[in-house]
């Protein structure tokens, strides 16, 4: 399916998060946090909060042995 003509050149806008890290970088990354049982997330809900979410959760689901998740939101009261 060709994608929709918006007038962006798609070669100066930024891969999602979950499409430009490997899944062998994700292994490498959190691999040092798989032995714990719980991992709690503290997220603010900007971008880069997001984006860890979302590596989180894929790397998570490709191991069944991977610890629980526990996501807590922090108000920082900036906005």
Do not use: C, N, Y
């Amino acid at each position: 399916m060709a994608a929709p003509d918006d007038g962006v050149t798609r070669s100066h806008v930024s891969p999602r998060a979950d499409e430009a890290v490997q899944d062998d970088e994700l292994d490498a990354l959190f691999a040092p946090l798989a032995r714990f049982r719980t991992l709690t997330l503290a997220v603010s809900g900007g971008a880069d909060s997001m984006a860890l979410m979302l590596l989180v959760q894929r790397w998570a689901r490709k191991h069944h042995d991977a610890p629980k998740i526990v996501v807590a939101t922090v108000d920082h009261g900036l906005r």
